[in-house]
């Protein structure tokens, strides 16, 4: 049986998470050129509805490796289109890639971890570095449970890495909280999250999960759990709960 999105109620918890989350969110949009880095992702989706719904001056990116689903790029455009909301494109230098692939070859990933993050790197990494720059703060949909390294993650960091305020407002939500919320805003959903994705990156690195498996065991799927990151987030200093 492959994995499903957890069934929950739109109850008095969720409700009181949701407007702690407004009040992260509009102390993050008190910071110069404030962003959210979204993935598409329901904890995404999540926040673009509040940033939405409360016209937050909050803008919008995602990292678009070029190897993305159809699926997640078709919910840019249906989360652009519900919101009125711009979400702009972040791309890979091309040239950066041409080299990867002329070195690795085009899916070199499945070789060696160096590889994989040196792939990372290019697709990823870099053109974040790029879209940060200049901002006051970055938001993301980051949660405690979703992977052993996040255990301790707080809701306010500064990144030293990118020099700015990190919020993750939904460090403290549970998976099912996210279900409930985004469920309840009727907010655009990847249908691979309804066909056993609760973990969603480019195509090639990703594949639906079983059941009893970890929500992030699609990811990079050939790898040990203790490698699953794409140096996305680093350790935080300045941290807050």
């Known amino acids: 049986m492959i994995w499903s999105p957890p069934a929950a109620p739109f109850d008095a918890t969720v409700r009181d998470k949701v407007e702690r989350v407004r009040t992260r969110l509009a102390e993050a949009a008190q910071h110069p050129r404030a962003a959210l880095a979204t993935s598409l992702q329901p904890e995404d989706q999540v926040l673009t509805h509040l940033i939405a719904q409360d016209r937050l001056p909050i803008a919008l990116f995602a ?5 993305l689903h159809a699926e997640t790029l078709e919910v840019i455009a249906a989360t652009e289109a519900r919101y009125g909301l711009a979400i702009e494109r972040i791309r890979p230098d091309p040239a950066a890639v041409a080299a990867y692939v002329a070195r690795d070859g085009e899916n070199g990933f499945y070789e060696s971890l160096e590889s994989r993050r040196s792939c990372c790197d290019v697709r990823k ?15 993301t949909g980051q949660r405690r449970e979703q992977a052993q390294g996040r255990g301790g993650l707080a809701v306010v960091e500064h990144d030293a890495a990118h020099g700015l305020a990190k919020f993750n407002p939904l460090a403290d939500w549970t998976l099912a909280d996210v279900w409930a919320a985004v469920r309840a805003f009727d ?10 994705y609760p973990s969603i990156g480019c195509e090639p690195c ?7 498996e970890d929500i992030r065991a699609g990811r990079w799927w050939w ?16 941290a807050t709960a």
């Open 223 to 238: 790898e040990s759990s203790e490698s699953k990151e794409c140096g996305l987030h680093v350790a935080p200093s300045g």
């Open 187 to 196: 907010a655009p959903i990847n249908a691979l999250a309804l066909r056993g």
């Open 63 to 67: 990292l678009e490796t070029g190897r």
């Open 206 to 212: 990703t594949r639906a999960i079983r059941a009893h």
């Open 125 to 139: 990494v870099e053109p974040l570095r790029r879209a940060l720059a200049g901002r006051g703060a970055w938001i």
